[in-house]
């Protein structure tokens, strides 16, 4: 146990022995090493530089949105008959990267998948921020979001209820679960560790913000028996939420009429998208993360590799969705559906929808390459690609599936305006604002689970 893992093997496949972390750690060294990155005086100067540009991106969606609900959602590009344009596909986009938080952090728990360790806390904190730039769209969207609680059941005197068979009803519902579990299963796995930055913590002010967070949590083993029950009861819950978000923002689109939504295979199309598109963005800011906090001895390139393998696989879903979209369109023989596929190849934004392929089908199939996987660097490329194609597939979803309606005096073409980019990059800045103030506050790195990872042969030699 005390050999660091043998990367020789790695190409198997996924391994479900215990990942053994580099040799020489210890539980002090492991403690040390991650909760310095929150505890240490001196901020570096590139995190400083971070924030401030992720801010700044922030405060740009800030004034965009306060011109918007003062003017109207009429400063987007939205149009007739393209009535769902930016907001919707960037809604889609983010709800979708958060799916590999909870499918990392809940199902390859439950189905003791040990190299999970690493980067599940980072993964959480990931869905969470995602789910949060998420909801901003649809909440605008209505153009009134001062009345979005008129979506919610609540009782009162006119009697009006929401209308459950509007799919706006079904996303307001299955986000809020989503979100509620999703925070609740990151902040009990946070409660360990945050008891130990407050026995850490120097300053007084420190220790009574950790210690407040932590809930009193003394390590008995009356903590972790309850701690050890609460979370794989989390972790169950979760599961299923991971299939069925995604499906329900799926009917969105299946339960519509419009050639190219009504499609049967939406639901574990959208799934299988959602989980590509997460790992992506995992292997996107964790390469980067490793490298510039030298965690490259607990986030291991076995941890890349694995999320390489999940994200090629899935992808291979996805590429099998766009087969069948194309076969079903010409089997169904139905004159829409085949008028829309054609107007996909070779209309007015087939651009768009080779560049998808292009980014989603093709360039990831280098992966296969032992070498490929084994760069970092050829990684990061190659995510990027599937963040780029990811949300192309969405563009091609909405915009190019609603601007050529069923007469063709309905016909349109969609342009998106300054305003719609200002909110997309503000939701990207806000995005990274939220995880540059999680890195420097709180550990990125579950520091009791890798304690666990430590030798069993240092273990004997440090007692």
């Known amino acids: 146990m005390s050999e660091r893992y043998d990367y020789e093997r790695e190409d198997v496949g996924i391994h479900t022995t215990p990942v053994v972390i580099e040799p020489g750690h210890t539980f002090g060294t492991v403690t040390d090493k991650i909760s310095s990155i929150v505890l240490r005086k001196r901020t570096p100067v590139a995190w400083w530089i971070g924030l401030a540009v992720s801010f700044m991106l922030a405060n740009m969606l800030m004034g965009t949105i306060t011109y918007l609900v003062l003017t109207g959602i009429g400063i987007w590009g939205n149009n007739q008959p393209v009535g769902w344009a930016f907001d919707i596909i960037n809604f ?162 299946a339960i519509g009429i419009i050639p190219g939504w009504h499609a049967t295979i939406f639901p574990p199309y959208f799934v299988a998208g959602a989980i590509y598109a997460g790992f992506a963005m995992v292997l996107t800011l964790v390469i980067p993360l490793r490298k510039f906090y030298g965690l490259e001895d607990f986030i291991t390139e076995r941890h890349l590799r694995n999320s390489a393998k999940v994200m090629l696989a899935t992808g291979l879903l996805v590429g099998y969705g766009y087969m069948m979209e194309t076969w079903t369109a010409w089997y169904s023989a139905n004159t829409y559906e085949e008028f829309m596929m054609r107007n996909r190849f070779f209309g007015p934004y087939a651009l768009f929808y080779w560049l998808l392929i292009l980014c989603n089908v093709l360039v990831p199939q280098i992966v296969w390459i032992r070498r490929v996987r084994h760069s970092n660097v050829m990684l990061f490329v190659v995510a990027m690609f599937v963040n780029v194609g990811m949300w192309l597939e969405r563009f091609v979803i909405i915009p190019i599936s609603l601007h050529r309606d069923f007469l063709p005096s309905s016909w349109g073409m969609y342009r998106p305006t300054i305003f719609d980019f200002t909110m997309f990059f503000g939701t990207i800045g806000f995005f990274f604002f939220l995880m540059f103030l999680f890195l420097r506050f709180l550990p990125v790195i579950s520091i009791f689970e890798m304690r666990t990872m430590v030798p069993e042969a240092q273990i004997k030699e440090e007692a």
């Open 92 to 253: 889609v986009w983010w709800i979708g990267i958060g799916h590999a938080g909870t499918l990392i952090s809940a199902i390859l728990l439950l189905l003791r998948q040990t190299w999970r360790t690493s980067i599940n806390r980072f993964a959480e904190a990931m869905t969470l921020f995602a789910v949060a730039c998420a909801g901003l769209f649809p909440l605008l969207h209505t153009g009134r979001p001062w009345l979005a609680y008129w979506l919610f059941p609540y009782p009162n005197t006119m009697g009006i209820q929401p209308q459950f068979r509007s799919p706006l009803m079904w996303d307001v519902f299955a986000v809020s679960t989503y979100a509620t579990v999703s925070a609740l299963f990151w902040y009990t796995g946070l409660i360990p560790d945050l008891a130990t930055l407050r026995d850490r913590a120097r300053s007084r002010f420190g220790q009574i913000v950790y210690g407040m967070a932590s809930l009193g949590w003394r390590g008995s083993a009356r903590h972790w028996a309850r701690y050890e029950v609460v979370y794989l009861l989390l972790a169950g819950i979760s599961t299923p939420l991971v299939l069925s978000v995604h499906t329900i923002v799926s009917f969105d689109f």
